[in-house]
């Protein structure tokens, strides 16, 4: 069996982080990750491609999710300000 890619591993552990300590920054760093842990995988041959979809998946679910809240947030705000 191939060696399982670091980056793929990486992104998986990053996923999971961005639903639970670290959503924006994690997410982020989840999706980079999975992309450059597919393409090693394809260059190399290595293992890990479920892992790596897996990261990106859970870190695109996050960005697509926190999208419309800080829109949301931002327009309060905005609003907020006008009032005052």
Do not use: E, K
């Not at 290595?46 to 695109?60: D, E, R, V």
């Not at 679910?61 to 609003?79: D, E, H, K, S, Y």
Request: proline share 5%; aromatic share 6%; with cysteine.
């Amino acid at each position: 069996m191939p060696p399982t890619s670091g980056m793929a591993v990486a992104s998986l552990v990053f996923g999971i982080a961005t639903w639970t300590t670290c959503p924006i920054l994690g997410a982020g760093i989840a999706v980079v990750l999975g992309h450059l842990g597919r393409d090693d995988i394809r260059r190399s041959g290595q293992s890990g491609w479920g892992m790596a979809t897996a990261g990106l998946i859970l870190g695109y679910a996050q960005l697509a999710l926190a999208a419309p809240v800080g829109l949301v947030l931002a327009i309060a705000f905005i609003g907020a300000a006008l009032h005052h």
